[in-house]
């Protein structure tokens, strides 16, 4: 028996909102449950409008493309990251433009970011690592100062605050996912949010193929069909009843961990800057030197002690599909590098057991020998 990396939890109305689904027969998007989903997730980040979509990467996408994104537009983001950051901005014929991470957090180094603003850049997007927020202050000084969007992936932050604001809630539009490992899941799922009524009605637009409201099949945009049904929000509206509890979870669970790993001098544990609410959605380590092995073979031997893991992000700049695109030649991020081959996750789901996380512990700590 494996401790898994994740497994979700249902511990509220999901059953009651999907029977409501089956009994009242909204299953599609046209459903209830869907502008509810919207209100509700929206309001909890203190903004006006949100775009329920079927995946975080249609979100980014969506959110891109509302926000005007388009030709020759450049978009500043971490190499460090999933690579539907850089897919979205590529579909719209844009050009992803990488800064490397930070040491501590492991989120964009914001103080790359100036260097590479040049006429072409429009947006920089910050993605919000492992439940980590990034430094936003001095990207919103950036983006004033040279006119561009910020469009946060908070894809893996639902709930993180910088400096008392929730990530996700900062920039002109924030992108969510609600993939079944996330804090607030529908299985798949996403949403765009906003509180820019123009944003939020051009990502509506095109979640829908760019469907003219009042003139149904007279369209004047390509959009996608990328919508969400109503089975997906009545799990998500269920779920983020009780998304404090999910948080808490996720805040005790990493507590433990620090508590019991604390002693491993080969591995760094992740921090909480004090301008920050981290909500730990995935619990992850950093093989120091010291340790002298790569995060594939700790993920090995956690294997065989019954411990699953994921490594961290492969940097974009190291992806094979982009650089036989012709991107990022020549370009170097020590840190993401670093990340890539020294991190991995432990087991952190809503479902982990005290007993788990204490077994989890004690196979490191075997490997370590202590
Ligand atoms: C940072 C980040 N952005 C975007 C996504 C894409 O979300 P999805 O898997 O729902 O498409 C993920 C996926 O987990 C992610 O971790």
Not at 54 to 64: F, H, K, P, Q, S
Request: aromatic residues 8%.
């Amino acid at each position: 028996m494996m401790i898994p990396v994740n497994e979700p939890i249902f511990t509220g109305n999901e059953k009651k909102y999907l029977n409501r689904c089956i009994d009242e027969g909204w299953i599609s998007s046209e459903g209830p449950f869907v502008r509810e989903f919207e209100d509700k997730f929206s309001a909890y980040l203190g903004l006006r409008y949100g775009v329920a979509v079927c995946n975080g990467t249609a979100a980014l996408e969506v959110a891109l493309a509302a926000a005007g994104i388009g030709r020759g537009d450049e978009v500043i983001l971490p190499t460090f990251t999933i690579i539907s950051c850089v897919t979205g901005v590529l579909r719209l014929g844009g050009k992803p433009v990488l800064v490397d991470s930070e040491p501590e957090t492991w989120n964009m180094d914001v103080s790359q970011v100036a260097a590479r603003i040049n006429n072409e850049t429009r947006a920089i997007m910050p993605v919000h690592i492992y439940g980590h927020p990034v430094d936003m202050d001095p990207l919103r000084e950036l983006a004033a100062k040279h006119r561009l969007l910020i469009i946060e992936d908070a894809a893996e932050a639902h709930g993180a605050e910088y400096r008392g604001r929730k990530a996700g809630g900062i920039g002109q539009a924030g992108c969510f996912s609600f993939y079944a490992n996330k804090i607030v899941n529908t299985g798949e799922g996403g949403m765009v949010v906003t509180a820019d009524a123009a944003i939020a009605e051009r990502a509506r637009a095109y979640r829908n193929l760019c469907f003219q409201e009042g003139k149904r099949f007279y369209h004047t945009g390509l959009g996608y069909n990328f919508r969400m049904t109503n089975l997906q929000a009545a799990v998500g509206l269920a779920q983020l009843e009780n998304i404090e509890k999910h948080i808490a979870i996720k805040i005790h669970n990493a507590s433990l961990y620090n508590r019991n790993l604390a002693d491993i001098a080969e591995i760094r544990l992740p921090v909480e800057k004090e301008w920050a609410k981290n909500v730990y959605w995935m619990y992850g380590i950093e093989l120091r030197d010291a340790a002298g092995m790569d995060n594939g073979e700790l993920a090995d031997r956690l294997r065989e002690r019954g411990v699953a893991t994921r490594p961290f992000f492969l940097g974009m700049h190291e992806q094979p599909v982009l650089r036989e695109m012709g991107l990022f030649r020549g370009e170097g991020y020590p840190v993401a590098e670093r990340l890539a081959r020294r991190g991995l996750y432990l087991p952190s789901g809503l479902a982990l057991t005290e007993e788990q996380i204490d077994a989890v512990s004690g196979a490191l700590h075997d490997i370590f020998g202590r």
